[in-house]
């Protein structure tokens, strides 16, 4: 706990750029593209492996009320969801890639 105060401490005593980064950091970034190269997967899935799942995939989720999009009304346009949230925007591509059954790809036989 006292290393975590202190690592935060000295973030915000220094510019955020120049703090360290430990071998041990648990808060550390790591680049979503080449994870995906490395494992040999889809980039999109794996960026839709770090978000609620709601978010790219047709499923139903929380929305909040600011999320819910609005009707045209006088003297402003209509909002979509995915116009106002354009990172919150559902990849129908992959969703029925991975979670829609396609009668064509199964057999029985």
């Keep these: ?5 202190r690592v935060l401490y000295n973030s ?8 360290t980064v430990y071998p041990l950091d648990r ?5 979503l593209d080449e ?6 997967l889809d980039e999109a899935y794996v960026a839709s492996l770090y978000k609620p799942l709601h978010y790219t995939y047709s499923m139903k989720g929380q929305r909040y009320p600011a999320e819910q999009g609005r009707t045209s ?7 979509s969801r995915d116009r106002m949230f354009p990172l919150y925007r559902r990849n129908y591509k992959l969703d029925r ?11 029985t036989a």
């Design 12 to 19: 915000f005593e220094r510019g955020w750029k120049e703090k």
């Design 97 to 107: 890639e991975l979670r829609v059954l396609d009668h064509r790809r199964i057999s």
């Design 73 to 79: 009304r006088p003297g402003s346009l209509a909002a």
């Design 27 to 31: 808060r550390g970034r790591f680049n």
């Design 35 to 40: 994870a995906a190269a490395e494992l040999e």
């Design 1 to 5: 706990m006292r290393r975590t105060v």
